[in-house]
């Protein structure tokens, strides 16, 4: 089972033959065992995830954490 999942340090790529964005994450599972994969994003979930990341940012610059 998936506990949670976390970037890796390494840079999101755009896919330009698959037409993706690509993001490099560690899945961690309920056992303590990790697994790297690449998480795959449309454009258009790009599009609203970078709304999404844009807005809290701002929100938390704001209120100060």
Do not use: N, W
């Not at 698959?18 to 065992?33: A, E, G, K, M, Y």
């Not at 795959?40 to 209120?63: G, P, T, Y």
Request: one cysteine or more.
């Amino acid at each position: 089972m998936i506990t949670h999942a976390t970037p890796q340090k390494h840079d999101l790529k755009y896919d330009k033959r698959q037409r993706v964005f690509v993001l490099p994450i560690v899945v961690h599972h309920l056992d303590s065992s990790v697994e790297a994969t690449p998480l795959r994003i449309s454009r258009d979930q790009m599009a609203v995830l970078a709304v999404q990341v844009e807005r809290q940012f701002h929100q938390v610059c704001e209120v100060g954490e």
